[in-house]
C-alpha cells in the first residue's frame, strides 16, 4: 500500500546564466501525504513555483528524484516502477486510456495505471519518456492557476465540460459536471459566462474542472494571489473539505500567512530549502 502520493529524494535544481550557475532548489526531500491539503509556504522567489513545476512533471530536476505513489519513505530504498507493458518511443503519440469515473477501464491502455491500489508500483519520473509525462498529467493530475485561465467564450458548464473531454471522461459527463459545480457552490450559476462572475467565483469554476475527472492529486500555484482576503480564505476552506470529501492531494503555493491554519501539512521553503 502506498503511503504517499508524491516524495522527493534530494531535489536540486540549478540554472545557467550568463554571470554563472543559479541554484533555485537544494537538496529538497518531502513528502505528500494522500488526500491532504499541503501548503508550499514562500515568499516570491523563494523556490516554491520552481518546486511546483517538478512535482507536476512539467519540469525535471537538475539532481534527485521525484516519485509518484511512493512507498517505503522510512529510509528503504524505494521500489523502482515496472517496466512498461507497451515499449513506445520518446516521441510516438500518447494512448489515451478509456476512463470511466476518472478510472481507464483496460490497464493496457495506460501504462501508468493499475486499478488495484494495493499493487501500485511506485513512479519515478526519471523513468519516465516525455509522452509517459504528459499522460501522466492528463489523465492523473489536475491544475489550477493564479490567472484562473478559464475560456471566455464557455459557460461555466462548458469550461468544466472541456476539461473532461481532455482528460478522456467517457462516464457521463452531464452528471459529472453538476456534481462538480454543485460541490464548488456554483449549482445555480453553471450557465454564467467567466465575464459575468466574481474573481472568486471563477477560481471556483477553475477548481471544479480540475476536479471533475477525479485526479489523485491537484497542483494550485498562488490560487488566492488576486483574490481578497475573504475570497482567499473561501477558494483555501474550499480545497480543504474537496481534499477530506474527494480523497484528492491538493499541493497549494501562497505566500499569505493567513492561511497556513488550513493546511493539513505545510512546507516553509526559503531560499531554494525546506526550513
Known amino acids: 500500500m502506498n503511503s504517499h502520493i508524491l516524495a522527493t529524494e534530494h531535489i536540486c535544481r540549478s540554472f545557467t546564466t550568463g554571470s554563472g550557475e543559479i541554484q533555485v532548489l537544494k537538496d529538497v526531500s518531502i513528502e505528500l501525504p494522500k488526500g491532504k491539503l499541503i501548503i508550499i509556504k514562500g515568499r516570491s522567489g523563494s523556490g516554491k513555483t520552481t518546486l511546483l513545476n517538478i512535482l507536476c512533471a512539467l519540469d525535471p530536476a537538475t539532481s534527485g528524484e521525484v516519485i509518484f505513489r511512493a512507498r517505503n519513505r522510512d529510509g528503504k530504498k524505494s521500489k523502482k516502477a515496472a517496466e512498461p507493458k507497451h ?6 503519440e500518447a494512448a489515451e486510456p478509456e ?3 476518472g478510472e481507464p477501464e483496460n490497464d493496457a491502455a495506460s501504462d501508468l495505471w493499475i486499478s488495484d491500489e494495493t499493487s501500485y508500483d511506485e513512479i519515478r519520473y526519471s523513468t519516465l519518456s516525455d509522452a509517459e509525462r504528459d ?7 489536475g491544475f489550477v492557476f493564479q490567472s484562473v ?19 478522456g471522461y467517457t462516464g457521463n459527463r452531464d452528471k459529472r459536471i453538476r456534481e462538480s459545480l454543485a460541490s464548488v457552490g456554483l449549482a445555480e450559476r453553471m450557465q454564467h459566462m467567466p465575464s459575468q462572475m466574481s474573481g472568486g467565483e471563477q477560481q471556483r469554476v477553475a477548481i471544479a474542472r480540475a476536479m471533475a475527472h ?3 492529486i491537484i497542483f494550485a500555484d498562488e490560487p488566492t494571489g488576486a483574490l481578497d482576503t475573504a475570497a482567499g480564505l473561501t477558494v483555501t476552506q474550499l480545497f ?7 480523497k484528492i492531494t491538493i499541493v497549494m503555493t501562497t505566500h499569505d500567512p ?18
Do not use: C
Not at 478559464?150 to 482528460?167: C, K, Q, S
Not at 480543504?240 to 474527494?246: D, G, I, Q, T, V
Open 214 to 216: 477525479r485526479p489523485e
Open 240 to 246: 480543504k473539505n474537496l481534499a477530506e470529501r474527494e
Open 87 to 92: 515499449q513506445k518511443g520518446k516521441n510516438d
Open 149 to 167: 485561465a478559464l475560456i471566455p467564450i464557455m459557460t461555466a458548464y462548458e469550461n468544466v465540460d472541456f476539461g473532461l473531454r481532455t482528460a
Open 258 to 275: 493567513g492561511l497556513m491554519e488550513l493546511g493539513d501539512v505545510v512546507y516553509e521553503i526559503e531560499d531554494g530549502q525546506i526550513r
Open 99 to 101: 476512463l470511466q469515473g
Open 135 to 141: 499522460r501522466l498529467r492528463r489523465f492523473h493530475m
